[in-house]
């Protein structure tokens, strides 16, 4: 079974502050996603990323940056932290497009407040 | 990327089978069709997928008829444990990375 690990299930930060969120897969998959979930909105895209060191922004990306350094890891950057971003945030892997309709594999989410 | 259409709540009782019914009348040739499911405090998690007919595994049936326009989530012989949000998607490899996911269908599931 594909892993994918959110390094934190609960995160309290401060305004302006530059707030990292980690994501690892254990399944080597080439595709990386960002969402944040809030209550009657579902799940919008912030970045995803195909490749290491490849990111693509998504529907939502403004006051959010990634980095992807090693494959394995996808990381999501809050440069100033605002209340607004206060959020359920959820990292997803995905195999190779090449090999067949792949489903997204999720982890169990990061809730973020922001005071 | 197609737009999909599904009831926002459905209440049952265990033991019941449940059907959620998905539209996507804008669906392309390349589209599958994807039902993912959803704790509170957790991620999505993949359930099934189809491109045409019928498909089941261990957990669901999905349904498509011949025009595609529609799908529909089966599950059988429901339990307390099945209450959650479940997700109907549609994409293709083509379009790529971007998934929606539209608000999904609360199901309750009542002893």
């Known amino acids: 079974d594909v892993k994918v690990t959110q390094s934190s299930r609960y995160l309290v930060k401060r305004t302006g502050e530059k707030v990292f969120l980690e994501c690892v897969q254990d399944m080597d998959h080439e595709n990386m996603f960002w969402y944040r979930q809030d209550p009657g909105l579902g799940l919008r895209l912030i970045y995803f990323?195909?490749?290491?060191?490849?990111?693509e922004k998504g529907d939502i990306p403004e006051g959010y940056s990634v980095s992807r350094e090693k494959k394995e890891r996808f990381s999501l950057i809050l440069e100033s932290a605002s209340t607004n971003q206060t959020s359920m945030y959820l990292c997803a892997s995905r195999g190779p497009l090449g090999s067949g309709n792949q489903p997204q594999h999720f982890g169990d989410g990061t809730r973020l407040s922001i005071l | 990327l197609a737009k999909t259409t599904q009831p926002i709540s459905m209440d049952s009782y265990e033991g019941q089978e449940v059907n959620i019914t998905c539209s996507h009348n804008n669906i392309a040739t390349n589209d599958y069709i994807t039902w993912y499911q959803q704790f509170p405090s957790q991620g999505p998690r993949f359930i099934i997928q189809?491109?045409?007919t019928k498909v089941t595994n261990e957990v669901a049936s999905l349904f498509i008829p011949a025009d595609r326009k529609s799908s529909t989530l089966s599950l059988p012989r429901v339990s307390l444990s099945d209450t959650a949000v479940y997700y109907c998607l549609v994409g293709d490899l083509a379009g790529g990375f971007k998934t929606i996911f539209g608000a999904g269908t609360r199901l309750f599931v009542k002893a």
């Open positions: 990323s195909y490749d290491v060191k490849m990111k």
């Open positions: 189809g491109y045409k």
